[in-house]
């Protein structure tokens, strides 16, 4: 479904952009919102995906994934928007295309990336002036991470789960998301497209501590 050049093969792991289209919204209420992540709960026992975070603004989505198999990420994403934008248009009384042409999808090739992306998905709702604190808000893997709680369909990306064990790499999610709350840029989408595929180049966060990126 993307106009740049998406790779297939398994275990790749995306971060993965869906507009809606016009002025529509793609969760006009916090209802299409629950819905939304039943409808993730279900394409993810149907195909061979891991969802590490995710973002459910009012206009679009982001998701960072992983494919098990060979196009996984591709019919999951398929069949996760058209289910949820059949589903709004019957609730809405409305007809027409909601997604904005092609999602827009960024291979995640090292640990530093995988990392930045998870703090650029969880933060979306700072970044965007709704909330204050990431932790304020409902409809992103932030607090799933950070607590365990609610997590049933969010699988922690390899790269957090070598921060340390279960209480560690949490505790130590939450204290480089502190940093970057500080020191992160609050305005939408710095680098979102390219020449910078990673929307966080740069900024380098030193509570990582030393070995845990090479």
Same mark, same amino acid.
């Given at each position: 479904?993307?106009?740049?050049?998406?790779?297939?093969?398994?275990?790749?792991?995306?971060?993965?952009?869906?507009? @809606?289209?016009?002025?529509?919204?793609?969760?006009?209420?916090?209802?299409?919102?629950?819905?939304?992540? !039943?409808?993730?709960?279900?394409?993810?026992?149907?195909?061979?995906?891991?969802?590490?975070?995710? @973002?459910?603004?009012?206009?679009?989505?982001?998701?960072?994934?992983?494919?098990?198999?060979?196009? /996984?990420? @591709?019919?999951?994403?398929?069949?996760?928007?058209?289910? %949820?934008?059949?589903?709004?248009?019957?609730?809405?009384?409305?007809? !027409?295309?909601?997604?904005?042409?092609?999602?827009?999808?960024?291979?995640?090739?090292?640990?530093?990336?995988?990392?930045?992306?998870?703090?650029?998905?969880? /933060?979306?709702?700072?970044? @965007?002036?709704?909330?204050? %604190?990431?932790?304020?808000?409902?409809?992103?893997?932030?607090?799933?991470?950070?607590?365990?709680?609610?997590?049933?369909?969010?699988?922690?990306?390899?790269?957090?789960?070598?921060? !340390?064990?279960?209480?560690?790499?949490?505790?130590?999610?939450?204290?480089?998301?502190?940093?970057?709350?500080?020191?992160?840029?609050?305005?939408?989408?710095?680098?979102?497209?390219?020449?910078?595929?990673?929307?966080?180049?740069?900024?380098?966060?030193?509570?990582?501590? /030393?070995?845990?990126? /090479?």
């Amino acid at each position: 479904m993307s106009r740049e050049h998406r790779p297939l093969e398994a275990h790749l792991t995306l971060h993965i952009t869906a507009h @809606a289209t016009g002025m529509r919204l793609c969760f006009p209420s916090e209802w299409e919102r629950e819905t939304f992540k !039943g409808h993730i709960q279900t394409m993810l026992k149907t195909y061979p995906v891991e969802l590490h975070a995710y @973002a459910l603004m009012d206009n679009h989505v982001h998701v960072l994934v992983t494919g098990r198999e060979y196009e /996984a990420i @591709a019919h999951f994403m398929k069949h996760l928007l058209a289910t %949820h934008a059949k589903s709004l248009n019957r609730t809405q009384s409305h007809q !027409g295309q909601l997604w904005r042409d092609r999602y827009h999808s960024v291979l995640v090739e090292t640990d530093t990336h995988a990392l930045h992306s998870c703090l650029y998905i969880d /933060a979306n709702p700072w970044r @965007a002036f709704v909330v204050e %604190h990431p932790s304020e808000s409902s409809w992103t893997s932030h607090n799933e991470l950070i607590t365990g709680a609610h997590a049933s369909f969010v699988t922690p990306h390899p790269v957090l789960l070598d921060l !340390g064990s279960e209480q560690k790499w949490r505790l130590r999610y939450q204290e480089i998301m502190a940093e970057y709350l500080k020191r992160g840029s609050r305005s939408c989408c710095p680098g979102r497209f390219k020449p910078c595929a990673d929307p966080l180049t740069g900024l380098k966060l030193s509570c990582w501590g /030393a070995g845990v990126l /090479a």
